[in-house]
Nanobody, 123 residues
Framework: QVQLVESGGGLVQAGGSLRLSCAAS????????MGWFRQAPGKDRDFVAS????????NYADSVKGRFTISRDNAKNTVYLQMNSLKPEDTAVYYC????????????????WGQGTQVTVSS
């Protein structure tokens, strides 16, 4: 079992930045590829970014490429999502997930999920 807890969400103006954190506990965090997903009201859960178990490889949705950066610190059992140049369309609940085989944008292959953190970008 892996427990995931996201933090760092909030309200920010367009063009601003936020850094999300996802703290993991339980089984060896460094064994897992990690992903960030987001879900806006009435929409499907969409892939945002993923990172390999070592942190050496990353993958991004086209909509966030060049603005968001995923990273991890295996010593701290934490994965991060640095979000810059935020847009109103980035507004969603953001979830971190563990599992799958990197790279993978399909939420169905991830084994563990956090409870989500709300990100709201005002225009």
């Amino acid at each position: 079992q892996v427990q995931l807890v996201e933090s760092g969400g909030g309200l920010v103006q367009a063009g601003g930045s936020l850094r999300l954190s996802c703290a993991a506990s339980g089984r060896a965090f460094s064994m897992y590829s990690m992903g960030w997903f987001r879900q806006a009201p009435g929409k499907d859960r969409d892939f945002v970014a993923s990172i390999s178990w070592s942190g050496g490889s990353t993958n991004y949705a086209d909509s966030v490429k060049g603005r968001f950066t995923i990273s991890r610190d295996n010593a701290k059992n934490t994965v991060y999502l640095q979000m810059n140049s935020l847009k109103p369309e980035d507004t969603a609940v953001y979830y971190c997930a563990a599992g799958g085989v990197f790279p993978n944008a399909n939420p169905k292959v991830y084994d563990y999920w956090g409870q989500g953190t709300q990100v709201t970008v005002s225009s």
